[in-house]
């Protein structure tokens, strides 16, 4: 097999902004895979959070020569095993001439309601965002600063019937949790993401959830879940945080089996990031594939949303 890699940015339709930090790109690494008639293809975005840079990322890609069936212990799950393992499932599927869902003896996935991100600013700026997007079944707001209760009561004032989870990224302290979760219930929050900072927070067993936790950057793969016992409710599964599809679905059906509810969520990448997580994103409580839908421009061939949600890829994307 040849193993390709190149960079690619994608220019964003506006300045997106979490609580560490604003980006007017997606800078992402593509990964081929060609031999034996076929060319499968992924796409991974390293994140300085987990400590990974487009080179380094780069580097783990080009070091790899075995088999795909070594790929699972020759890297640790991150971004550069979910480009190459998401590679060698498209691979499979074109050299089979099946989709990847047959490879797996899953049914055709069918469209799932996403998330769509509203992004960090004031709150007369997010609550114009809500408004521009009140139809949408299902927002996602990024908090994780000292000044969200505003934040959150103009969002609602703009979308007074949307669903709506909010992400702290790390931003808040056990305390301001305390102190928001009531409102949160109050304005018909129905998740929240990774509240306090990975590694630093117990104190989320000590204290009451009213609402259901969703473990984010406390949670990668299964080695992850040991520690989120009594913490969290739920956790997000992130392709570029498990490593690929192949362990994707096995921590879902771990966590599922350990009473975890399961969000499938993603970075900012394109619609060929997003494609394996359509799988992945069936019949969990919660999907977060908006990725495209941030971006100016996409891939060919790219993922369809309408009302029904996020439909799965077509072949000439993936898979």
């Known amino acids: 097999m040849k193993i390709q890699v190149t960079r690619d940015v994608f220019q964003l339709a506006q300045v997106f902004t979490i609580s560490r930090g604003s980006r007017t790109q997606a800078e992402v690494l593509t990964v081929t895979v060609s031999g034996d008639g076929a060319v499968g293809w992924g796409e991974c975005v390293?994140?300085?959070?987990?400590d990974e840079t487009l080179d380094s990322v780069t580097e783990q890609i080009s070091g790899f020569s075995g088999a795909w069936g070594d790929l699972?212990?020759?890297l640790p799950a991150g971004a550069a095993r979910n480009a190459l393992d998401c590679a060698y499932w498209d691979h499979a599927a074109k050299q089979a001439g099946k989709r990847v869902w047959d490879l797996l003896g899953l049914p055709a996935p069918g469209p799932e309601i996403t998330a769509y991100t509203l992004s960090l600013d004031t709150p007369e700026a997010m609550?114009?965002?809500?408004?521009?997007?009140?139809?949408?079944?299902?927002?996602?707001i990024k908090l994780g600063t000292p000044d969200d209760m505003a934040r959150l009561e103009a969002v609602r004032r703009g979308a007074p019937e949307a669903r709506i989870i909010v992400d702290?990224?790390?931003?808040?302290t056990a305390d301001v949790y305390a102190d928001l979760a009531p409102h949160l219930i109050r304005l018909g929050v129905q998740m929240v993401e990774q509240p306090l900072p990975a590694g630093e927070d117990e104190m989320l067993a000590e204290?009451?959830?009213?609402l259901p936790v969703c473990a984010d950057e406390s949670c990668h793969d299964r080695t992850s879940l040991s520690a989120l016992k009594g913490k969290y409710d739920m956790v997000n599964i992130k392709l570029d945080k498990t490593g690929g599809l192949t362990e994707a679905r096995a921590l879902k059906e771990q966590a599922i089996?350990?009473?975890?509810?399961?969000m499938v969520g993603c970075m900012v990448g394109s619609s060929l990031a997003m494609a394996p997580a359509t799988i992945l994103a069936q019949g969990v409580a919660f999907t977060d594939l908006d990725g495209p839908l941030l971006l100016a421009e996409d891939r060919d061939q790219p993922l369809i949303f309408d009302e029904q949600g996020v439909h799965p890829p077509a072949a000439a994307l993936w898979g």
């Open 207 to 210: 204290i009451a959830r009213p």
């Open 127 to 140: 609550q114009v965002q809500a408004a521009k997007n009140a139809l949408r079944p299902l927002l996602k």
């Open 72 to 74: 699972q212990d020759a």
């Open 168 to 172: 702290a990224n790390e931003g808040w």
């Open 46 to 50: 390293p994140y300085a959070r987990y």
């Open 257 to 262: 089996a350990e009473g975890y509810g399961v």
